[in-house]
């Protein structure tokens, strides 16, 4: 069996802070953050605003999106890095907050890479016929773990959230099947200054903020995500050149750009929402998507690759026909 994606939503919170907002306290500039990282905005949660919150609206719309109800959905699993509590999961809370029944509810931690490593676990559920309705999200409040003070980091991450409705559907068993194809993911725990929190229940007890050497962390995102995305190209019988649309993790646009030479891939298919969204970590990948299928480029039928890479060091990529 196929996890075929039936519905995709995403949700992002009113409040828009443009280069120029974060100017007035930080000392950085709307040309410095556009030139190097193509951002021009991101939005962020309201104070009373948890990351429940936003994914209960993602996750509504791609209900709606999929023709379901929250009484169809028997699998939750949110990807987040920004729970609203350290215990339960965002999930479980979700599934209150809509009103599921009795199911499976989970969250997967692999920062920005969570959505394709949440997207793999649900697969695991849905093609072996243990789920029939699964929502899958990835959804952030990263402004939350932002040092403002620190102009080289805070300027890149948004808040938000994004989701996919998985259901089984049959197929011939090869590439021309709807549904997730193939994936490569993969972690370098070694790589961890790189990029990480510091803080921590079971360290200091603290949320911490952000921690990242910016240069090292681009000079990796090139070379290891072009290699995952080969691999989850192979892991589903597919060619590259065959892609219709490449749906990026929207950390960076010279990320993107660069990851999109690499592979040889025209820079017409890649989805980019950076500039309007910032880094939203385990959220940017089903927000593009939604994105993109709202203002009508992708459509059913579409052969995708996504693909993430975040603290840990995470990233992976994954293959779907949608
Ligand atoms: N405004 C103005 N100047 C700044 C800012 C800012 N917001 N941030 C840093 N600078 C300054 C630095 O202080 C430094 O000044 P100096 O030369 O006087 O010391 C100068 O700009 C260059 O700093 P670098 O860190 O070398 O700049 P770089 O070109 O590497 O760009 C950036 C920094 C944008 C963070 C880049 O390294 C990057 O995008 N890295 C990828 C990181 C990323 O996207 N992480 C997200 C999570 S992982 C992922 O999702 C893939």
């Given at each position: 069996?196929?996890?075929?994606v039936?519905g995709v939503?995403?949700?992002?919170p009113?409040e828009v802070l443009?280069n120029?907002?974060?100017a007035k306290f930080?000392?950085t500039?709307?040309e410095?953050?556009?030139?190097?990282?193509?951002?021009?905005q991101?939005h962020?949660a309201a104070?009373?605003?948890a990351?429940?919150d936003?994914?209960?609206?993602a996750?509504r719309?791609a209900?709606?999106?999929?023709?379901?109800t929250?009484?169809d959905?028997?699998?939750?699993?949110?990807a987040t890095?920004?729970?609203d509590?350290?215990?339960?999961a965002v999930a479980?809370?979700?599934?209150?907050k809509?009103?599921?029944p009795?199911?499976?509810?989970?969250?997967?931690q692999a920062?920005?890479s969570g959505?394709?490593?949440?997207?793999?676990?649900?697969?695991?559920?849905t093609?072996?016929g243990?789920s029939?309705?699964?929502?899958v999200?990835?959804?952030e409040t990263?402004?939350?773990?932002?040092?403002?003070?620190?102009?080289?980091t805070?300027?890149?991450?948004?808040?938000g959230?994004?989701?996919?409705v998985?259901e089984p559907?049959e197929?011939?068993?090869?590439a021309s099947?709807?549904?997730?194809?193939?994936?490569?993911?993969?972690?370098d725990?070694?790589?961890?200054?790189?990029?990480y929190?510091d803080?921590?229940v079971s360290?200091?007890?603290?949320?911490g903020h952000l921690?990242?050497q910016?240069n090292?962390?681009?000079?990796?995102?090139?070379?290891n995500?072009?290699?995952?995305?080969?691999?989850?190209?192979e892991?589903?019988?597919?060619?590259?050149?065959?892609v219709?649309?490449f749906?990026?993790h929207?950390?960076?646009?010279?990320i993107?750009?660069?990851?999109?030479?690499?592979l040889?891939l025209d820079?017409?298919?890649?989805?980019?929402?950076?500039?309007?969204?910032?880094?939203?970590?385990?959220a940017?990948?089903?927000?593009?998507?939604?994105?993109?299928i709202?203002?009508?480029?992708?459509?059913?039928?579409?052969?995708?690759?996504m693909?993430?890479?975040?603290g840990?060091?995470?990233?992976g990529a994954?293959?779907l026909?949608?």
């Amino acid at each position: 069996m196929r996890s075929v994606v039936t519905g995709v939503g995403g949700y992002l919170p009113d409040e828009v802070l443009t280069n120029a907002d974060l100017a007035k306290f930080v000392d950085t500039s709307d040309e410095w953050i556009q030139e190097r990282t193509g951002i021009r905005q991101r939005h962020r949660a309201a104070p009373d605003q948890a990351v429940s919150d936003l994914a209960v609206e993602a996750a509504r719309r791609a209900l709606e999106a999929a023709g379901r109800t929250p009484a169809d959905v028997d699998l939750i699993i949110v990807a987040t890095t920004t729970p609203d509590l350290t215990f339960p999961a965002v999930a479980t809370i979700v599934q209150r907050k809509l009103g599921a029944p009795v199911g499976i509810a989970f969250d997967v931690q692999a920062v920005c890479s969570g959505f394709v490593f949440a997207l793999s676990t649900a697969d695991g559920f849905t093609a072996r016929g243990r789920s029939k309705c699964a929502l899958v999200i990835g959804a952030e409040t990263m402004t939350r773990l932002m040092d403002w003070s620190d102009r080289g980091t805070c300027v890149l991450f948004g808040d938000g959230a994004g989701a996919v409705v998985l259901e089984p559907g049959e197929g011939r068993g090869d590439a021309s099947d709807r549904g997730l194809l193939g994936f490569a993911l993969r972690a370098d725990g070694t790589k961890q200054d790189m990029l990480y929190v510091d803080g921590g229940v079971s360290t200091n007890g603290q949320v911490g903020h952000l921690r990242m050497q910016g240069n090292q962390v681009f000079k990796h995102a090139v070379i290891n995500i072009s290699e995952a995305v080969t691999a989850a190209a192979e892991d589903a019988g597919i060619q590259i050149a065959d892609v219709d649309w490449f749906i990026p993790h929207q950390a960076n646009q010279r990320i993107l750009n660069g990851v999109a030479s690499r592979l040889g891939l025209d820079e017409a298919k890649v989805i980019s929402t950076v500039a309007e969204h910032a880094n939203t970590s385990a959220a940017s990948i089903p927000l593009a998507m939604a994105q993109g299928i709202a203002d009508g480029r992708i459509r059913r039928g579409d052969l995708l690759i996504m693909e993430a890479m975040g603290g840990g060091l995470t990233w992976g990529a994954c293959t779907l026909r949608l």
